[in-house]
Nanobody
């Protein structure tokens, strides 16, 4: 199973982007979980999603009211709608998924760059 992020790019402050996380391959049990981001010199942080099976949907305080995550009905694509982007949102954005039994492992995408200019 592989996760492929797309939709990143360069925008001006106030602009919008929609990221997609698509699943390639099959697994007995797959759960698309969350979006994370990592800015240069900073630790990777949770942006939006769940961090455990059955857990509550969470958003980083800095993106509340601006970002929305959703999934398609087939649980094969996860989206991150980002509005009113700000320079502080500049980062590489990653999605992850949890493969349940018998794999029991986390899978990460390769990341997509989002750059917001003032």
């Amino acid at each position: 199973v592989q996760l492929v992020e797309s939709g990143g790019g360069s925008v001006q402050a106030g602009g919008s982007l929609r990221l997609s996380c698509s699943v390639s391959g099959t697994a007995y049990s797959l759960n698309l979980m969350a979006w994370y981001r990592q800015a240069p010199g900073k630790q990777r942080e949770l942006v939006a999603g769940t961090t455990s099976i059955g857990g509550s949907l969470r958003y980083a305080e800095s993106v509340m009211g601006r970002f929305t995550t959703s999934k398609d009905n087939g649980n094969r694509v996860m989206y991150l709608e980002m509005n009113n982007l700000q320079p502080d949102d500049t980062a590489v954005y990653y999605c992850n998924a949890y493969l349940g039994w018998p794999d029991s492992q986390w899978v990460w995408g390769q990341g997509t760059q989002v750059t917001v200019s003032a």
